[in-house]
């Protein structure tokens, strides 16, 4: 039985990424994936804010990884009767995520972090309540133990290591529905000339789109809040492709969707000799469920800390604190600021939706980053639209909600710098009572309400 400094389950974008980190500060690696090297990475691209290459470290993506048709697309409402604007996109570009991952995994072993493909991580191994490593199944089929001072589960949204883990320490085994965009997405050849984007926020609680900036490619895509009772999304973007008559199907990428948790950060990442990192944490943007950049960035994170614990001989809970406290303040207040806007959003009808989108009061972008400014600045346009709204009802419910959203981003930035059970507490009940008087989605089944 090996010893590793830290075993790492997932290498998706935030294993890999600590994995590399780790390595780099001199701590020895496992990484494991429950898929061989070549299916890592989605089958297709996904949008990402340039800045964050140069933020956490790793170097930019270059051409063919990075895709080279400017991202432009129309935004519309739910209702889809008025097109509302052409998006800003500025700092965005598309990354293949097949590219990314294997140059990811290709810097990780550089580094000297040991790689075990189709090893699926099956459960924590716990001692005296304290995580010493896990249990894999290796590619033969067979079981291995594999012990290490830190454990980190970066198994994306299934949380393989996550499911078995105790409530006590802040975060759930399992994601709920309501809190999960089930997706679908197709790539398919498109010879059209005259091509237009178009992206519909709103709809089903959720976006749907065709993005045809892709020389050659028009992208199907639908993913939604997953209530009983809705389509598929598989069926979904069926209906868009058989509405685009100028796109004859043809396959060539994608083909299938994967879960992405919608919700802000758990309230916790780690336990005793134990971490969570990317979506297993549910560190992706709550309302377009992107989650790249934030991953990357809880990776950094997480592996500093993880590496200065190790140095003071520690991995727990207290010693690995510091990664919640950074985290919490730099991304994820943004994040369950943005939580906040988009269970607002749902429960509230469709027509605010279309009236605050339809009339640029609301832009997707005050949905990818939040932060004081674009508060202020949604505000400002709320305040200086009145005038045309008809309903000021929907008004007084608008700022109600939006406050509320400011009201969660405040408690994140208060999370407690250092653990202290208590004052966590204290901060928890604070959390879940602001987010209690949200009402619930307005279509949800009256079970999940
Ligand atoms: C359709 C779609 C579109 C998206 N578009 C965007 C976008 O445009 N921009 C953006 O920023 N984000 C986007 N995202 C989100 C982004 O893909 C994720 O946030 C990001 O991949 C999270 O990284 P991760 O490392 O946490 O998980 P993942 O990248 O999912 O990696 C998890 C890894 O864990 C492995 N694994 C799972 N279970 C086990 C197990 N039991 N044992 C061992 N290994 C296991 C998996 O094989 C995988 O390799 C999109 C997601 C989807 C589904």
Redesign the pocket.
Known sequence: MNKYDVAI?????????AARNLARMGRSVVL????ETS????D??????MGIYDEVGLPAPEPPELLQGNINFKVFPPGQKTFSFVADTAGKM?VD?KML?ARQLRYAVEAGVRFMEK????APVVENDRVVGML?RAADGSKIDIRASITID?????G??RQHSSAKYGFSKYISRSEM?V???EIHKDDARERESRVVFGINNGVQWIHREQPGMADF?A?FINFPGRPRPRDIVAGLLAATPDVKPNLLR?GY?????VRRGFDSFVADGFVL?????C???PI????????LRA?TIAARVIHSALENGRTDVEALWPYNAEYKRLQDASFAQLHALQMFLVSQPKKLLDILLGRGIIKPRDFWGTGKAKQESALGRIIKMMKMIDNPSFIFKLVDGMSTAKKANELYMQFPEKHDPAEFEKWRRGVNQLFATIPPALDAPAEMK
């Not at 969707?257 to 948790?261: E, K, L, Q, R």
């Not at 990192?277 to 944490?281: I, L, V």
């Open positions: 389950a997932g290498a998706g974008v935030a294993g890999c990424h494991i994936d429950r898929r299916g890592l990475g989605h297709w691209w996904d949008n990402v804010n598309n995520r991952a090893t699926a991580a099956l894999a970066a198994t994306g949204i299934s393989a290591l965009f997706t679908h997405r895509f993913g994608g969707g994967a879960p992405i948790p990192c990317g979506d297993s944490a560190q992706c943007n377009d469920g992107s989650g790249v950049g934030s991953s990776a």
